[in-house]
C-alpha cells in the first residue's frame, strides 16, 4: 500500500516506455516528461525499460543516462518504479542509485480520498496461458537466482532468444492484414473486478496492453489502460499518454510532443510478452 501525503497536488502515471539506446526519441520524451511535470510523483508501471538483464549492467553508457535522469527528477519529486515483464530484474542496487522507491504488483494507492489499485497487468492476461506459465517461472525468486548469477553476455543472448520468441509471436498473430489487437490476450475482466474487490477499490490503473482506453468492470468498478510509448518508428506518429490523478479524479494527458491523448490510440503494437 501507497499513502499519498495530505500534501500532494497530483501524481503521474505511466507504463511501457521501453527505453533503449536504440530509441533516442523516446528517450528524450520520458526525460521531458519526468523532469518538466509538475505532478508530486511520477509511478511507473512496469516496461520503462526495453530490457533489463540485471543490476550489474547499470554502468553501461545508456543505462548511466537513465540512472541520472531518474536521479535528477528524484531531487523534485517522489519517483517509484513496478516491475513489468521486461524489467523484472531491476533490483535493490538499481532504485537505491536511482532514488527510486520500489512498488510491488499489485500496489493500493490512496490519496485525494480515493484507493487505485495499481499494477503492471501481464498477470491477469489469463487466457495467454502459455505466458502466465513462462511467467511463474520468470518472476520466481530461484530462477532469477540462477539466472543472475550467469555472466552478463549470457544474460543479453537469452533475453535476446526470449525476444525472439515474442517476435515470432507477433508475427503469427498480425498476419498478412497487419497487427490486430484482438488477436492477443487482454485482461480478464472479471478476475480484475476480482482483484478491486479484495483491495476495496474501485479503479486499477495498469499498462502491458498497449490498449489506451477505459473500462467498465463487473461490479461497477473501471480499469484505466495506459498506453505504450513510441517516438522512433518510422512513417508512424508518436504515442504516449500519461494518466495524472488529482482530487478530481483521473485525466488522461498526451506524452511530450503528442498531438493528443487520443493519438496515442491510433497505432497500436502488440504487448511484450
Known sequence: MFEAPAGWRAIDLLSDVHLSADHPRTFEAWRSALLETDADAVFMLGDLFEVWIGDDARNGAFEQQCIAVLREAGRHRRLAFMAGNRDFLVGDAMLTESGVQALDDPTLLTAFGRRLLLTHGDALC?????????????????????????????????????????????????GAGGFDPAAWADVDAPE??????????????????????????????????????????????????????????????????????????????????
Open 192 to 273: 480484475a473486478a476480482r482483484w478491486l474487490d479484495r483491495a476495496s477499490a474501485a479503479v486499477m490503473v495498469h499498462g502491458h496492453t498497449h490498449r489506451p482506453d477505459r473500462h467498465d468492470l463487473p461490479g461497477g468498478g473501471e480499469r484505466w489502460v495506459l498506453s505504450d510509448w513510441s517516438y522512433d518508428e518510422p512513417d508512424q506518429p508518436a504515442r504516449a499518454d500519461v494518466l495524472r490523478l488529482t482530487a478530481a479524479g483521473l485525466l488522461r494527458r498526451p506524452g511530450p510532443g503528442v498531438v493528443s491523448a487520443a493519438a496515442s490510440k491510433d497505432v497500436r503494437t502488440p504487448p511484450p510478452c
Open 126 to 174: 489469463l487466457e495467454d496461458e502459455a505466458y502466465q506459465r513462462l511467467r511463474s517461472v520468470l518472476r520466481s525468486p530461484a530462477w532469477q537466482q540462477q539466472v543472475l548469477a550467469r555472466p552478463l553476455d549470457e544474460r543479453a543472448a537469452l533475453a535476446r532468444q526470449l525476444r525472439q520468441v515474442s517476435d515470432a509471436k507477433r508475427g503469427e498473430a498480425a
